[in-house]
């Protein structure tokens, strides 16, 4: 009796251990195609539905042409005007040189006005025109729409799947998946990495990465994952 026990405790075991690694591969597969998605399709869906919702003609030309980079600094200069360079870099992490292309072509196109500074001719400050602020004003209605739809669909959820999801996101924006892998190789494979260099594409260091992190979770907690990102991303 005890040896059947033993043994159906390792079958269980053995069990809960190719449903967690199955769990995990079946959570990586759906992120990496969120980013696909994302990266294929949000762009083209948020300035088509900018252009649904307005009659001007002006700002649909420039939404035709308009980057997302573009978006995001009329965001930040509508935000904090008048603004400098320097400051839009730090807190939107755009990078210094590409503030200053995009500034100059958004001034081109008259979506953004320079204001010189007293006593500095080296500094300017950025404002909006009218025709830039138009952009600003629709842009910020199209966050408030996603916000909106974003939450009528999270509360379909029980209270403890968002915290779940809350805990998880935390957990992901907070960990160093280089430190994790740097970690592993100095325990498991000193001699190897003296010896050889290895080259991994971004797609399989991306998926590791993942499998680094889902694996600290128990099956239940994969399973509510994988349920949640169906649900939100491959159900209609």
Same mark, same amino acid.
């Given at each position: /009796?005890?040896? @059947? !026990?033993k043994d159906e405790g390792e079958k269980t075991i053995m069990n809960n251990e190719i449903e967690q690694n199955a769990l995990i591969t079946e959570v990586i597969d759906h992120m990496a195609a969120i980013q696909q998605r994302f990266q294929a399709e949000g762009e083209d869906e948020e300035k088509k539905w900018m252009m649904m919702?307005?009659?001007d003609s002006?700002?649909?030309a420039f939404l035709k042409v308009a980057t997302?980079? /573009?978006l995001h600094v009329i965001d930040a200069i509508g935000e904090l005007e008048p603004v400098n360079g320097i400051t839009i870099s730090k807190q @939107?992490?755009?990078p210094r040189g590409s503030v200053s292309k995009i500034t100059r072509r958004l001034a081109d196109i008259y979506m953004i006005q320079f204001e010189p500074v007293p006593d500095n001719k080296k500094e300017v400050l950025f404002r909006l025109t009218p025709l830039g602020k138009k952009i600003f004003i629709l842009h910020q209605q199209l966050h408030q729409h996603i916000h909106h739809n974003m939450s009528h669909f999270l509360h379909q959820y029980k209270i403890e799947d968002i915290r779940f999801l809350v805990s998880l996101m935390k957990d992901v924006i907070s960990t160093s998946w280089v430190q994790i892998e740097e970690k592993a190789i100095q325990i498991n494979e000193p001699a190897r990495i003296l010896s050889s260099k290895v080259e991994i594409s971004s797609e399989s260091a991306e998926k590791d990465?993942?499998?680094a992190m889902l694996q600290q979770l128990d099956a239940k907690k994969l399973n509510r994952a994988? !349920?949640?990102i169906q649900l939100a %991303? %491959?159900?209609d």
């Open positions: /009796m005890a040896r @059947y !026990q919702h307005t009659s002006d700002v649909i997302v980079q /573009m @939107y992490n755009i990465d993942i499998v994988k !349920q949640l %991303f %491959f159900e």
